[in-house]
């Protein structure tokens, strides 16, 4: 599994903007994957999760800060897993990362290389 998050850019407060997470080999299909971010000078922090549960169904779990405002969801057959983002703010600047779960373990072992969001006032 080779992540690949892309999507990033600069926006003004109050846009909105998608993240994607592709795999560059293997499929995503059952990997539980999470984005997470980190934003400048602070630890890495979990945003959302999707796992799936049953042919074609996934479950979501989002840190309570930013339901709402933030939505992970997957298209492509479940192999693309992407992070929609409103209502953006100047706390949202981070390095936006994806990660997709080991099977048995359930850790996040597969990381994408980051994707930059600057939100400016």
Not at 30 to 42: A, D, L, T
Not at 47 to 59: G, V
């Amino acid at each position: 599994v080779q992540l690949q998050a892309s999507g990033g850019g600069t926006v003004q407060a109050g846009d909105s903007l998608r993240l994607s997470c592709a795999s560059a080999g293997g499929t995503l299909r059952r990997h539980m994957v999470g984005w997470f971010r980190r934003p400048p000078g602070k630890e890495r922090e979990f945003i959302a999760t999707t796992r799936w549960t049953d042919i074609n169904r996934y479950d979501t779990e989002y840190t309570e800060s930013l339901k709402g405002r933030f939505t992970i969801f997957r298209a492509n057959a479940g192999n693309t897993v992407s992070l929609q983002m409103n209502s953006l703010k100047p706390e949202d600047t981070a390095v936006y990362y994806c990660a997709a779960a080991d099977g048995a373990s359930g850790d996040y072992v597969y990381w994408g290389q980051g994707t930059r969001v600057t939100v400016s006032s």
